[in-house]
Every structure is written in C-alpha cells, then in structure tokens.
C-alpha cells in the first residue's frame, strides 16, 4: 500500500476511472454539477408531492448560469430526467477534467421540524450515526454494479485519487456552508463527513451539498419558487470563488496526464 500511495495520486485516479480528461483553457475553471437522482430514481418526496429529483436539476441549472456568470464552465452529469449511475458521475467528471465536482441533493427527516442545509465531504470511513444513515439512503439509488469498477485494485486506487483531495474537499464544503448559511430562515447544520458513493473516485475537490429539507412543508414551499432557488444558486457560487479565492484548489487536475496501465512500463 506504501509503495501505491507513492504513485501520483491524479495518475491513480484516472486509471481507476480509465478515463482521459478532456483539455480545458487553463484560464478556465470547471465545475461538474451532478443533480442527484433521475429517471426511476425519485429521491425524497416532499408532503406535497415535490420531488428531490426535480429540484435537483432545477437547482443545478441555475447553478450552471450562476457560476457561467462568475467566469466560470459549468457542466451537467444529466440534463434531463435520466438515471445516471452513481459511479458514472464521479467518471463524468474525471472524462472531462474538472476543478470541482458538487452533487447536489435535498435533505428529508421523519420529523417535520428539521431544517437548513449542510454540506458534506467524503468520509473513508463510516462517519457519524446520522450521516451514515443519510449516505445509506442516497447510496441506496445505486445497483450493486455501480458501486464496484473493473476491479477491487481498481476500487482502492480510486478511494487513494480521492484521500488526496480530502483537506480541498473540507475547504470547499465549508465555503460553500458559510454562505447558505446566510441564506434567510435557513438554519446552520454545518460540514459534515459521510461515505457518499457518488464523491467516491473523484479525482479533485468534491462535496455533495444537501440544500434544504424537502420534509419541511415551509422549505418544501421555499424550493419550489424560482427565486429561492436563483438565491441557493448564487450562496453556493460565492462559496466557491472564495474557495478560490483563498488559495484553495492547488490540487488542480492536470489535463495532460494520460492513464496508465498496471504491469506496463
């Protein structure tokens, strides 16, 4: 294991993924968005019938106009009312070379009370009681299939990619919390860690931001308006230039690596 953390951590990542990114401006930083379930996948479901998968995409495309309009690309791992499997979104992202990756969710709770966002990063472990059982039920989207690569080396290369970005990771999630939490009536939760399939093997920074509680009947009400989502979209745009803006992100992909294969010299 010594001699495997070595290795370039970004080189590992890309071979778990066998994935070649895609050249970018090097003026341009890259966000892969990832509106979380889809398709058959519904996510949680508000008492008024709204669903996480919706409010997803909704939020991840006023995101994607946000960020456009802070200078930055922004990219959909779905664009639609598709199922994507969670594996495939951290490659999505890995294929085309992105600075960032942010999933992006809707948190639920049995009791109607519960509020506010929290963002979370991966844990290699199994977290805390509560964030282990909320990673167990967005996990639960996924098939067995997808939550194993080509192969066990392959698994453990990818869990390596992204141990090195772990202190990123935090960094972003707490820029981007500290700006939700500005967010008006929304209750501070704060950054937490959990073992979310869908950050694993993301070679750069990843965070997966639960944006309010789809349980909440007032916040159920406040996702469904066009304003609060813009509002959601701007807070989480700021997190991340201030993330850039402290000199974060020096972890950056370099487009120019290439995969390598085991065994060859």
């Known amino acids: 294991m010594k001699r495997l953390r070595s290795l370039p ?73 598709v199922f994507v499997p969670l594996w495939d979104r951290a490659r999505k992202a890995n294929a085309e070379g992105a600075d960032l990756f942010i999933s992006l969710h809707l948190n639920a709770d049995p009791s109607r009370q519960a509020r506010g966002s929290e963002v979370y990063f991966l844990s290699m472990g199994a977290g805390d009681r509560l964030a282990a059982q909320l990673a167990a039920v967005e996990n639960a989207g996924g098939k ?24 990123d990771s935090e960094r972003l999630a707490v820029a981007i919390q500290a700006q939700l939490n500005q967010l008006g009536g929304v209750k501070q939760r704060g ?49 991340v230039r201030r993330y850039f803006a402290a000199g974060a992100g020096t972890l950056r992909r370099r487009t120019s690596v290439r995969p390598v294969i085991l065994g060859n010299p």
């Not at 916040?219 to 066009?226: I, Q």
């Open 9 to 81: 951590i970004l080189v590992l990542g890309l071979m778990a993924m066998g994935q070649t990114p895609r050249p970018l401006p090097p003026s341009r930083l890259l966000v892969v968005l990832d509106p979380g379930h889809g398709g058959e996948d519904d996510g949680a479901k508000g008492r008024r019938g709204l669903l996480e998968k919706d409010v997803a995409l909704e939020l991840a495309q006023a995101l994607a106009r946000q960020l456009a309009e802070a200078g930055m690309e922004a990219r959909l791992t779905r664009d639609s009312d």
């Open 191 to 239: 950054v937490k860690q959990a073992p979310f399939v869908v950050l694993r093997g993301a070679a750069m920074p990843a965070v997966l931001v639960e944006t309010a509680f789809i349980s909440n009947p007032r916040e159920e009400a406040k996702l469904k308006d066009p304003a609060f989502r813009k509002r959601v979209a701007q807070a989480i745009t700021r997190g």
């Open 144 to 167: 067995t299939a997808d939550l194993d690569p080509d192969s066990v080396v392959a698994g453990i290369l990818s869990d390596l990619s992204q141990e090195a970005f772990l202190q």
